[in-house]
């Protein structure tokens, strides 16, 4: 047969003649760059449900150590042959995978913990919808819930669905803790004074003879300190001959106060705390402080009754009075850039973690095209994204109360503006 296939091979090239070859489907610029990003998309949705298989896998790997501990152990019958199953079985799972022992157990317990707490996050991150960094903390988030109350998990569960299938790891955590916080049974002071009884120093070494500092602390406290630290920055690198960069100012400032070895330039600093008019006349609500979240009603009290070095913003339709200003003024005033970075504690574009207060204070539609500059027009937005803004094709608008940012490809996505 080998002298006679000629015709068999003219059926193999039949389909590549040059009619098949002289229509080509040339993409059009718009369609590359749609498919590349169709493919990392896909790509991110088969990491997601890996990871999730993983650690399903792992879970069960330990609940079935458990079961059967004569696996691992010479003597399944003693009393600890549980617990010297599932270690054995953690060690086995971290060798077969590279990975810590510690990171095993977590997988594996937070695993559990969706599943059992969180199905609707966990059924969205097997559909391949949430990163597993957001699943994780999630699952981490939930844990900081009352271990005994199922009502609890599934509101919880109920409101961080929505927010796991959008938002970045960084801001999911941010709101999941917000979540938290409004959930808890337990009063927040109370809360909030076990957790003080925490607060330590840590010193961890890392590599090339550098080192991490670290302060556990009541975060009405270490924001001072933040502010301090970075007020004493902003005066140091003004000069004209100053070469290091914020980064590194702000190290060597924190250094000298700590060693007493040099003093830092004196300035005049406060921290806004955004408190619910009914917060200050004794009601429980918790208020907000400057670049760090929620604190405790008592703390907001005792931080707007006196110190100095705190600025107070009440929430009440009344202060939207101050809020609201002449349109012909274009640099916001103090107090308004003030309000708008404690309303938007990031950066306004989406996904970014840069704080807003090393953040412009933008105008969504430009004050050169009568956008006004009051509240609803104001947001804080860093320097790359400024940049973004006024370069590419990337749309910036209001829609009714949320700020839609619509890509040069086609998907909007709205700005989480976090609630009060
Ligand atoms: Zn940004």
Known sequence: MSG?????????????DDHWYSDPWIPTSDEVIGLGLDAAEEASVRLGRDAAAQMSAIRQVLVDAARYPEVYVHDASAKDAVDFAVRGAVFDLATRLQMSETTVR??????????????GVWQAFRDGMVPVGTARTAAEVVTTLPDDDPTLWAAFDADVTPLATTLNPARFRDRARRIRERLHPRPVAERHADAATE??????????????????????ILQRVRVRIDAATDKIAAAE???????????????DILLGTATPPSTQVSVGVLVPVQTLLGGNQPATLEGVGPIPADTARELCAGAPSFFRLL??????????????????????????????????????G??????????????ARDGPTNDTNLGPMCEPHHRVKHRTKWDIRW???RRMWTSPTGPSYDVDTPPF
Request: glycine share 6%; hydrophobic share 30%; with cysteine.
């Open 399 to 401: 829609i009714t109360d």
């Open 4 to 16: 006679s296939g000629s015709s068999l091979l003219d059926d193999v090239n039949a389909p590549f």
């Open 241 to 255: 001959d100053e070469t290091r960069t914020r980064d590194q100012i702000r190290a060597d400032v924190a250094t």
């Open 199 to 220: 607060r330590r120093v840590q010193i961890e070494h890392g590599p090339d003879g550098m080192s991490w500092l670290t302060v556990y602390a009541p975060s009405h």
């Open 315 to 352: 929430t009440h339709p009344v202060s939207g009075a101050i809020l609201t200003l002449d349109r012909t003024k274009y640099r916001p005033p103090k107090d308004l850039q003030r309000w708008v970075r404690i309303r938007d504690p990031l950066c306004t574009a989406p996904g970014c």
């Open 354 to 367: 840069r704080r807003s207060a090393d953040c412009d204070i933008d105008h969504t539609l430009d004050a």
């Open 106 to 119: 977590n997988l594996g317990y937070q695993a559990e913990i969706l599943i059992t707490r969180l199905p």
